[in-house]
């Protein structure tokens, strides 16, 4: 499940202090050391109020929670695509990842000079995206010079991708993402063999000063992030990457203390890694016994048993079926056994796709 979502932002806008949070909040238990596996790459644990509430009720021997990764790309400026600054390692870095955090200056500070000059997140936005949008350009023209000799072969691959890749032109021509054409199932497989960056979903990371943490709804920056985002069909997240590295730092009741003082019930970390872990499509189940309570990451849309092959190959390759119950299903009976009295308890076969907090006992035979 080596998913990833990439941090990118223009100078100065926060990223490395942002990175800096999430490295701190690293995961620490045994399955997920906090290391870094590479200077630029954190694991981070996903929060999940769930994995809490099981454990209350099993009262197991340990919990282990479900973790991915976050990586921080380098720096980019104006020119990227043509290889500017630090151009071709940011777009080689950016090929990597799965799903893309952008992170947004929206806060004003003397100090902190800004690339261009002045604070304007949509321009800061739109460098960013021209310059994924322009090496995507740049990717399907030489694409469609090699697609159309075969065309004209009638090779029949190349009749079908060449109309598609004449459509994805029309778009980023009209400085538009890939992600935003509309494709039917066939043209989706064809443009994703192209591995374009302008596919990758976004996610906008609005950086605050520290006034505007517990109501960012006066910040004029972070308004104008919001439409942007609106008409692109992205989320937006708020944090103070200055305060995130504080609290980062803190856990159990100073924390909360600390979350209180500052008058928001979470931090912005924690929305933003659950953000991000659901724009890469990622999903929880649980499996909860007396030894252990433990959350898992999957896909959405993967069946019972490429999901037990997560825990381990045998698992998938013996699997028989899957005991399950959902977790509101649970709690509400209270144990493992009134759920089942109550018929909550479901075996489900090799055809079941497993759901966002499913509770799991997988039955195999190797």
């Known amino acids: 499940m080596a998913l990833t979502a990439g941090i990118v932002?223009?100078?100065?806008?926060?990223?490395?202090?942002?990175?800096?949070?999430?490295?701190?909040?690293?995961?620490?238990?045994?399955?997920?050391?906090f290391c870094t596996i590479d200077p630029n790459v954190g694991i981070v644990e996903v929060p999940d109020h769930r994995l809490n509430k099981l454990t209350e009720l099993v009262q197991p021997k340990k919990t282990v929670p479900t973790a991915f990764e976050?990586?921080?790309?380098?720096?980019?400026?104006?020119?990227?695509?043509?290889g500017e600054g630090l151009g071709n390692k940011f777009l080689a870095h950016i090929r990597e990842v799965d799903a893309i955090c952008q992170?947004?200056?929206?806060?004003?500070?003397?100090n902190i000079t800004h690339v261009s000059g002045s604070v304007d997140p949509i321009d800061d936005i739109e460098v960013i995206n021209l310059e994924l949008i322009l090496a995507d350009l740049e990717s399907v023209d030489k694409r469609i010079s090699r697609v159309e000799k075969l065309a004209k072969q009638k090779d029949k691959e190349a009749l079908v991708e060449h109309p598609v890749l004449v459509k994805i032109k029309e778009a980023l021509e009209s400085e538009k993402a890939a992600r935003t054409v509309e494709l039917t199932e066939e043209e989706a497989?064809?443009?994703?063999?192209?591995?374009?960056?302008?596919?990758?979903?976004?996610?906008?990371?609005?950086?605050?000063?520290?006034?505007?943490?517990?109501?960012?709804?006066?910040?004029?920056?972070?308004?104008?992030?919001?439409?942007?985002?609106?008409?692109?069909?992205?989320?937006?997240?708020?944090?103070c990457a200055k305060i995130?590295?504080?609290i980062a730092e803190l856990e159990g009741e100073e924390k909360e203390m600390f979350l209180e003082e500052l008058g928001i019930e979470e931090s912005g970390l924690d929305q933003l890694i659950r953000a991000?872990?659901?724009?890469?499509?990622?999903?929880?189940?649980?499996?909860?016994?007396?030894?252990?309570?433990?959350?898992?990451?999957?896909?959405?849309g993967m069946k019972a048993p490429q999901c037990a092959g997560i825990i381990h190959s045998?698992?998938?390759?013996?699997?028989?079926?899957?005991?399950t119950v959902s977790y509101d299903d649970l709690m509400a009976a209270g144990s493992m056994g009134a759920a089942r009295e109550a018929g909550k308890v479901r075996l489900e076969g090799k055809e079941y796709e497993v759901k966002d907090g499913d509770v799991i006992h997988f039955r195999f035979n190797v």
């Open 9 to 33: 932002g223009l100078p100065n806008v926060g990223k490395s202090t942002l990175f800096n949070a999430i490295t701190q909040a690293g995961a620490e238990s045994a399955n997920y050391p």
């Open 70 to 82: 976050f990586t921080d790309i380098a720096g980019i400026v104006k020119g990227a695509s043509k």
């Open 103 to 110: 992170v947004v200056r929206c806060f004003a500070d003397e």
């Open 189 to 239: 497989k064809v443009v994703k063999g192209l591995h374009l960056l302008t596919t990758k979903p976004m996610l906008y990371v609005a950086n605050v000063g520290e006034d505007d943490v517990a109501d960012p709804s006066g910040n004029e920056y972070v308004q104008k992030v919001r439409e942007y985002a609106a008409a692109d069909n992205a989320e937006v997240i708020v944090i």
């Open 244 to 246: 995130e590295e504080e």
């Open 276 to 300: 991000a872990y659901s724009l890469l499509g990622l999903a929880t189940y649980f499996t909860a016994g007396v030894q252990e309570v433990r959350a898992w990451t999957f896909r959405r």
């Open 314 to 323: 045998d698992f998938e390759r013996g699997f028989i079926r899957a005991e």
